[in-house]
Structure formats: C-alpha cells, structure tokens
C-alpha cells in the first residue's frame, strides 16, 4: 500500500506473510507516535538479516540496515551517540536469538534504551525454512530432516532474567493490538523487548495454531514472579506486557548522565590540537585539509 512511510522498492516477502501485518503495525505506532509528540525525524530503525530485514527496505525511516545478529549493537551505538533518539531494531528470530543472542542478552542487562521487535518465525525463512532457535520439537525441514530433536527456546523468562525492564508478546494477526504494544515499547525509558508471533505461511504456517492459541492478558501481570509464572504458561501464548519496572535509569544516562556527544563535542580544531598533542608533535596546523 502506498503511503509516506513505505518506500518505492519493491516488496518481495511470500503473499500472506505475517510481515505484512507487523510492517503495517509498525507504521500505525510511528503515527501515533508522531501524534503524541514523537516526530519521525527522532526515530531510528536497525535491522538484521532475514526477510524481517527487507522492513528496512520497506520503511521510510532514518537508520542502518545492520549484519546478522548485529542490529542490536548498531541500535545501541545510537542511542549512545544521539540519546535523544528513539531507537527501533526489526529483527528476526533466528538472527537475534541464534547468532545475535549475546547483544540482546546484554543489551536487556545493562537496560539499553532501545526497541526490540523480534519477528518470531520459527524458522530460517529466508533461505529456505531450516528451524531456528524458536522452532518447534519435531518440526521439519532443510536442516531437520528426520524433525528437529530439540526443545524451542522460551525467550520471555530468559529476558526477564536477563534484566530487560520492558517485556511484551503481540501477535501479527492482531494488528491493533500489536501497533499499541509497539508505541507502549517505544515510550519505555529503557530497553523494551516485543517477542511477535509471526507465521510463515512457506515454511510454518501457524495462523490457524495461534489463532486458537493467542489470548491478550487482562489484567496483566502485576510483579515479576507474576510475570514469569505468565511467561512460562504451556496452555496459551498470551499477549501483552507482562513485565514492565521504570524505576532503573537507561544505560546511556548510567554510563554518560545527561551529555549528548552528536551535540556536546569540541569543534574541530579543538579536535585536532587535541590529536597533536596526544602524537606528541609541534605543528597542530599539519593536521589541517
């Protein structure tokens, strides 16, 4: 669908993607964000590789398209340099939570203000559907011929140990839902995680599984141990917040307080004096275009 927030390259994710509706979940929060006072100039978008990586393709946002399972530390370095951004990361489940598990561990620890969406497939859609870290014991495919031997990964208790101070799960399907859950993440002063139910429909077609399956929480939990008894429920996939504590400040104020460094830095040639000095020669000016 054309708009002001979609680009003109042209899409190529499989008809009936779950993408589809997180891009368009992602586009409602952005307006809703321009609405409450968060204009798009001051939102940044990374990405990693996958076919959650063309959303950086897709969307008309400020930021850098990242290597797989880097997304995170590129979104980090952002906020680092500029904190009076708010900082985005599409990622994919194989790309986060396989080789870019360590960055979203650390970055929930040390409360990085940033956005995780995870688009959570199940499998390596891009190149062809072999199981991820989130994909199901006894699942098919390219790399599990005889079925995956192994148990999926829960990421919503390891995140709440990890420390992340913002946990939700939304679901594609719901696209309202969804896009509120995205705005809520955005506004949290800290690092937000958004695990996103996301079917493939080439290589795990969940729909009808997560259509029966999906239950939005109501009331949402109320404390931690609330928090992960949810998280840990085997008999629905709920949907929601289930942990959310604004009581720790954000890495960037933790580690530089309230500087700027794109806004609070020397001018140049403070900069190159600064250079020859530390070289230790006589002529700054050498320095000079």
Known sequence: MADDLTSYRENTWCPGCGNFAIFNALKKAVRKLGDSGTPRRMLAHTAGIGCHGKMFDYLMLGGFCSLHGRALATAQGIKLANPQLKVISSVGDGDCYGEGIEHLIFAAKRNADITVLVHDNGVYGLTTGQVAPTGARGARGPSTPQGNPEEPLNMLPLMLEAGATFVARGYSGNIDHLSDLIVRAV????????????????????????????EVMSPEPASFDDAMKAARRTDRMLLGVFFQDMSRPAHHVALQGQRNPSQDRPDRKTRLDRVAGLLGTPHPGRFAP
């Open 187 to 214: 506004g949290h002063p800290g690092f937000a995680f958004v695990d996103i139910l996301q079917p493939c429909v080439s290589f795990n077609n969940t729909y009808e599984k997560y259509n029966k399956a999906t």
